[in-house]
């Protein structure tokens, strides 16, 4: 990369970055690009030259999100660590991606933007259930998951849990300590509330 290529990828990382800070602020109707160019100190024109326009930088940003969080889960899948670490870190993710990207603004960029809602949808059903199945199949095979539970209850199971991810995230907010509260919550995943670890 020359010295040009770099300081223009520079230029792009910073309006994402206020991009995803004013998104977190107000939300993409309220994002305007006259306000974005001065809290990334460039021009106007810069942005629409980077991504054409308000839409498609958004789309850019979230998606660029997106993908960093499942390489860096790939990469986490391959490091040997047990279905219940790997459920836990799953877990963590979610929260620090609730604070990246609160679930009411995900649900407001996709109700504004068909093609992220497709390119969430694909990446769902290509990377993330499959994913899921890998590591439900690996805990199988390692007799972490009981033999008569099968991968479609495990994967029932998860998503009852995730609808209400929202819920358990601000009641370990008003807890005491939100780390041991969501930990007791992935303890009560795997073992129930009679459970042993």
Not at 20 to 37: F, H, Q
Not at 123 to 141: D, F, L, N, S
Request: proline share 2%; aromatic share 10%.
């Amino acid at each position: 990369m020359n010295g040009f290529e770099k300081r223009a990828q520079q230029i792009k990382q910073k309006i994402m970055q206020a991009t995803t800070e004013m998104l977190r602020e107000s939300g993409s109707a309220k994002l305007r690009i006259a306000d974005l160019a001065k809290r990334a100190g460039v021009s106007q024109v810069t942005i629409y030259n980077y991504f054409g326009s308000k839409e498609a930088l958004v789309r850019e940003v979230f998606k660029s999100y997106i993908d960093r969080a499942v390489e860096s889960f790939e990469a986490y899948m391959n490091e040997g660590h047990t279905m219940r670490e790997k459920i836990g870190h799953i877990l963590r993710l979610e929260k620090e991606s609730y604070r990246e990207f609160p679930p009411g603004l995900i649900k407001e960029m996709l109700a504004e933007d068909a093609e992220m809602a497709a390119y969430i949808e694909r990446m769902y059903r290509e990377k993330t259930i499959p994913m899921t199945v890998r590591i439900i199949e690996e805990g199988k095979a390692a007799g972490e998951i009981a033999e008569r539970v099968s991968v479609r209850h495990v994967l029932t199971f998860i998503q009852l849990y995730m609808n209400q991810y929202q819920t358990l995230l601000e009641m370990a907010e008003h807890s005491e300590d939100n780390e041991d509260f969501l930990e007791g919550m992935v303890h009560m995943f795997f073992y129930g509330v009679c459970g042993k670890a």
